[in-house]
């Protein structure tokens, strides 16, 4: 008992020294929820200095948005795209928020994306800030819902924020929204330049190329010939979404299947040219084996002794016969 008296201060103790390591161990970092949030606020205090009102905070859009900004963390990469190449505006529309406006050109929906090491709210707002497209998309007054998530990764934060109007608010003339709902700004065509991809013809091998023509986007291209966007990028090894204008895209290629050569056998007629040799089988060996001579039986040697005693016996007798005679 006294001894446990004893180690209880020393268990305290310990534990007092431990707890504040653990608690330091967490300081500096960014939270990702509480970065969130901050974004959320610095884009509503710019908004407020624009005379707009503050964007309205979406249960849906804050979900798709930390959803993008962990995928983008896992992949190490910052893009627009998520892993099965759906557009922003896609995602919101599966997750249940009814996308307003022309979809053909993103509708009225437009998202903000942004990596950097310990990169802070206050930070990541003011490089959208500095970026004319970036900028519309946070003090648009067509778009009224808001959504921000961050992901951290390696000591890198990722950032994704997503705005947009849904389709049970009173829908604003496109002619007014300028650029907002284009989240590709040059790389996806906006309503005024959105037009059909023509596509090609395939070749007498079943292959299929695109010459890309202006105004042209990864994701329409894969639109036209009903496939992925990450098809498309692993049939032409593209590392990003960039394409450029004139440039040749491998849409498809039939795949011939070689079949395997079965083997071949290979038969010899005629008369062979070698003699079979009939095998001949070695005459076997006999060693004679001597037979031991059977020991005497117990009668024939009983018979012997007995012979033995008799005569014995006679000798003895002729011997006593042979002795009284001379005494006389």
Request: glycine letters at 8%; proline letters at 7%; charged letters at 15%.
């Amino acid at each position: 008992m006294k001894r446990l008296l004893t180690l209880l201060p020393l268990l305290f103790l310990t534990f007092g020294l431990l707890l504040p390591k653990g608690v330091l161990a967490h300081g500096g970092q960014i939270s990702t929820n509480s970065a969130a949030t901050d974004v959320i606020d610095e884009v509503n205090a710019l908004r407020a200095e624009e005379g707009l009102p503050p964007y309205k905070v979406n249960p849906v859009l804050m979900t798709i948005a930390q959803a993008h900004a962990e995928y983008q963390a896992r992949a190490g990469v910052v893009t627009h795209y998520g892993a099965d190449g759906s557009r922003p505006y896609q995602r919101a529309i599966a997750a249940g928020y009814l996308v307003a406006g022309d979809l053909s050109s993103g509708g009225f929906f437009a998202e903000n994306i942004q990596s950097g090491a310990d990169l802070s709210a206050s930070g990541v707002v003011e490089i959208w800030k500095n970026d004319p497209t970036h900028l519309n998309v946070m003090i648009s007054a067509d778009l009224k819902d808001i959504g921000v998530g961050a992901a951290i990764a390696n000591g890198v934060v990722y950032y994704t924020l997503d705005v947009g109007l849904s389709s049970d608010v009173a829908i604003v003339s496109p002619a007014s929204t300028g650029n907002v709902g284009d989240p590709f700004a040059s790389a996806t065509p906006t309503a005024s330049t959105s037009q059909p991809v023509a596509t090609s013809t395939a070749l007498e091998d079943g292959t299929v190329y695109h010459i890309v023509q202006e105004n042209e986007a990864l994701w329409s291209i894969a639109l036209a010939y009903d496939t992925t966007i990450n098809e498309l990028k692993k049939l032409n090894r593209l590392v990003t979404d960039d394409i450029f204008v004139g440039q040749k895209l491998l849409i498809s290629k039939i795949e011939i299947d070689t079949p395997t050569p079965e083997p071949s056998i290979t038969v010899t007629l005629g008369i062979p040219t070698s003699t079979a040799t009939k095998p001949v089988t070695p005459s076997p060996t006999f060693t004679a084996t001597p037979v031991p001579t059977p020991p005497a039986s117990r009668q024939s040697g009983t018979t012997i002794v007995g012979g033995i005693v008799i005569a014995a016996f006679l000798a003895a007798g002729l011997g006593a016969w042979f002795g009284r005679k001379k005494s006389k």
